[in-house]
């Protein structure tokens, strides 16, 4: 196994952050990633998966039924998880292992021009998946458990727009955090945010400024990070109880994709940079943003609780510390 060490030193209030760039399975593209404790998944654009069991170490290959773009991963432990494959159709689908990935079990299939795109799971296992519209109605997969899987129209304050979608290229796209599931749309005349808190029955879906809404991160349940913009611009912004406050950050010349909060750090970017500042500043729109790595994008972004895993524009995963 190939590695080498990367460290940037950026501004005195930040510590130095070193990244190990480890050697990802050779002749795929990685575009997924998803992490629990030591156990690392990377999603490749043509239907594998790596794992690894020892933090990225060592990698074991496995293919998924379909060789679809994997949209997301989401790892319970170093046996179970799940894989969203999006594209039309039948590549469209949901699959769960339950044994590291040795084998894939399809939980739910497209049919016809379907297309699913952005996931999310709870730690009950509450699950939503947002496709396209479909006849004027919201077209969602859902379960209460993460073993039976149901198609629904219904569960929004509102209908959907024409051509209203979620994001296609970003992991961030749905979240559940601090109790708030969080999710945004574009493509339609208007981009909106969908929210509720996971006792509501129904989602709130409400306008934003922003072109469209790519990744997103509830810091409470009226407290909101949304990120996104259109092919010519990225855009961050805060709403706070029904006001979107547009954030200052370094120009993108697209949207912003990847958005992360670990304890007192916020990460955003995309694959033409990836930058981090502290919460507090964020919050006050006063933030220095300082680039994660010199010269790297984001792909995907998580964290465990011991440390951040980072799946750059270089196709190398690399390690970063909490």
Request: proline share 4%; aromatic share 10%.
């Amino acid at each position: 196994m190939k590695f080498f060490r990367i460290c940037l030193f950026t501004l005195t209030f930040w510590m130095p952050f070193c990244s190990l760039a480890n050697s990802l399975p050779a002749d795929h593209t990685w575009v997924s990633v998803a992490a629990e404790g030591q156990v690392v998944w990377v999603g490749s654009d043509a239907g594998r998966v790596a794992h690894s069991v020892d933090s990225g170490e060592t990698f074991e290959l496995s293919e998924l039924p379909n060789s679809a773009q994997v949209r997301q991963l989401t790892v319970l432990d170093d046996l179970h998880g799940y894989a969203l494959t999006s594209g039309v159709g039948r590549d469209s689908a949901l699959f769960i292992t339950r044994n590291g990935g040795f084998s894939w079990r399809p939980l739910y299939r497209g049919e016809g021009g379907e297309r699913l795109r952005c996931m999310g799971m709870n730690p009950n296992r509450e699950s939503w998946i947002l496709g396209d519209t479909q006849n004027n109605s919201w077209h969602v997969v859902s379960s209460n458990n993460g073993r039976h899987w149901r198609s629904s129209r219904s569960g929004f304050t509102k209908r959907p727009l024409p051509d209203e979608q979620a994001s296609n290229t970003s992991d961030s796209c749905m979240r559940f955090v601090n109790d708030t599931w969080l999710m945004g749309t574009q493509n339609a005349e208007t981009a909106r945010i969908m929210h509720k808190k996971a006792s509501d029955l129904r989602f709130t879906v409400e306008d934003t400024p922003l072109a469209g809404v790519s990744a997103v991160w509830p810091l409470d349940s009226k407290l909101f990070l949304v990120a996104g913009g259109s092919q010519a611009k990225g855009e961050l912004y805060l709403y706070r109880e029904g006001v979107f406050t547009q954030l200052a950050t370094p120009e993108f010349k697209r949207a912003i994709e990847v958005l992360y909060q670990a304890g007192e750090t916020v990460f955003m970017g995309n694959g033409g940079g990836f930058y981090q500042a502290f919460l507090e500043d964020v919050l006050a729109n006063k933030a220095s943003w300082q680039p994660v790595l010199e010269g790297v994008g984001a792909r995907g972004f998580t964290c465990t609780t011991e440390q951040c895993w980072l799946l750059g524009s270089d196709n190398q995963l690399h390690t970063v510390p909490r």
